[in-house]
């Protein structure tokens, strides 16, 4: 937990350019993340029973235009 309160203090004392562009590239990261995570949930079948559902739902016409 030290590494983390060490990082809060780093990113407090940023400018407001340095932080811009740490903001930038952090959400950068979080996205190739919960990229990568959703690409082996779906590759693991995690989301196969929504998918079914939603087919299901669809097929059925409980579904409407957005």
């Not at 559902?53 to 579904?63: S, V």
């Amino acid at each position: 937990m030290a590494n983390v309160k060490e990082l809060q203090r780093a990113i407090t004392n940023l400018s407001p350019e340095e932080y811009k562009e740490f903001r930038d590239w952090f959400d950068k990261y979080e996205t190739q993340r919960w990229d990568k995570q959703f690409e082996k949930d779906v590759k693991a079948g995690k989301l196969d029973a929504f998918a079914r559902e939603a087919i299901q739902e669809y097929e059925e016409g409980k579904c409407s235009e957005l």
